[in-house]
């Protein structure tokens, strides 16, 4: 049975690339599998427990909710929440026993009084290197914040952690390796005032994982590489990497347009020539962004089509082509499955080919594909149930 709109998730893909990337750490380093964000739409919880089985050993997110939901479902290891988290978040947070990151005072006040004073909660210091969005501004600031969570006056808090986060990973190195020389004091600054502390230093997220072993510390923090997209927007499979999520529709209705004739909000494809019109029932609700419209491919049958017209929040419209129209007969039948991202026979449209038209990057399109789209897993050929 054909559903309007479908996001098939191969769990198997994603324990793969977990384990590809493990693979590529220099010896010792972890991977944190970053599910944040609904495992960018491939769900947390499977790909989570997926990363795990290729190797992760931490997981990260960006919300308490969501590293609740980790734990509701069974999950044990170490999570990092790692976005900013108020007072009234807090007792989330520590209810799910999760380390979070701290860059300023005040947070490791409120954290310090919620905290219970046996020093469970562990806290990674982000020093912003570059980024400029969270994390200590200063070097000296930064290792002094660090000091006060070793100090007495927070016998609930540990310093579990230093890190930062890059802002051109994937595009420019040599701000990267900027960000990097600006880090790594930081990190030699707090191993020589507590030798023997276990502290985990960690700054890479995909890109950086990929590209700069020098960034790969202690654990990385990948996400979207997991899901097998290039963080830089290529080819995945140039970087050996297995996309994980197939989102498809299926041909509703097939209908004649003749010239002058137009399919879609505003007109914006009029038929120049007799054609075939098929539409879709998916749309920008489920994620198929409007800046689509005429700018778009969708795989029908092993061929690729150009989506035609406006994209409506619960449909679009796909050019079929004249082929058949002597016979009289459509070229794609009612029913057929319409892929949008993934494979059909030898043709396939990846998640960075939508991102690539859209001027964005691949964690977009991937969070985009909207809760109204049911997820089914598989590995491989076997559905999971
Ligand atoms: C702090 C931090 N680390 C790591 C990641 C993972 O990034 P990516 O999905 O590009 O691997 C993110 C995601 O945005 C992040 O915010």
Redesign the pocket.
């Known amino acids: 049975m054909a559903l309007r709109a479908l996001a098939r998730v191969n769990l198997a893909a994603i324990e793969r690339n977990a384990a590809r990337l493990r693979a590529h750490l220099k010896p010792g380093a972890e991977l944190?599998a970053?599910v944040?964000a609904a495992a960018?739409g491939h769900g947390a919880v499977p790909a989570a427990r997926a990363a795990l089985a290729g190797g992760a050993t931490w997981l990260?997110v960006?919300t308490v909710g969501e590293a609740a939901q980790l734990r509701e479902a069974g999950l044990s290891v170490p999570i990092l929440i790692?976005?900013a988290i108020s007072a009234e978040e807090l007792p989330v947070a520590l209810a799910a026993r999760a380390d979070v990151?701290g860059w300023s005072d005040s947070f490791v006040d409120d954290l310090a009084r919620a905290a219970p004073g046996n020093g469970s909660v562990g806290v990674h210091v982000?020093l912003d290197t570059g980024m400029g969005r969270?994390g200590t501004r200063g070097l000296d600031r930064a290792v002094a914040l660090a000091e006060r969570l070793t100090g007495a006056a927070t016998p609930g808090l540990v310093l579990a952690g230093a890190?930062t986060?890059f802002a051109t990973?994937?595009g420019d190195p040599e701000f990267l390796a900027e960000q990097l020389s600006a880090f790594r004091p930081f990190a030699q600054r707090l191993r020589d005032a507590r030798p023997g502390h276990r502290l985990l230093v960690h700054t890479?997220?995909?890109?950086?994982?990929l590209r700069e072993p020098a960034s790969h510390y202690d654990m990385v923090?990948?996400?979207?590489?997991?899901?097998g997209c290039d963080?830089m927007n290529r080819d995945p499979d140039d970087v050996e990497l297995e996309p994980a999520m197939q989102l498809s529709s299926y041909v509703a209705a097939v209908k004649r347009a003749r010239p002058g004739e137009s399919a879609g909000y505003g007109r914006r494809f009029i038929a120049d020539h007799d054609t075939w019109i098929a539409t879709l029932p998916i749309g920008y609700a489920d994620g198929i962004r409007r800046a689509l419209s005429n700018n778009c491919d969708v795989l029908i049958g092993g061929r690729r089509y150009p989506l035609v017209g406006t994209v409506s929040m619960d449909n679009v419209t796909v050019d079929l082509g004249p082929a058949h129209r002597e016979a009289g007969d459509p070229p794609a039948e009612v029913e057929q499955e319409a892929i949008i991202i993934g494979r059909s026979g030898a043709e396939r449209q990846t998640v960075e080919d939508v991102a690539n038209r859209l001027d964005t990057?691949a964690?977009e399109v991937l969070c985009g594909i909207s809760a109204r789209v049911p997820r089914q897993y598989h590995r491989d050929a076997e559905p999971v149930l």
């Open positions: 944190c970053v944040k960018s990260a960006a790692m976005g990151v982000k969270l890190m986060h990973a994937d890479a997220n995909s890109a950086a994982t923090r990948c996400g979207i590489a997991l899901y963080p990057v964690h």
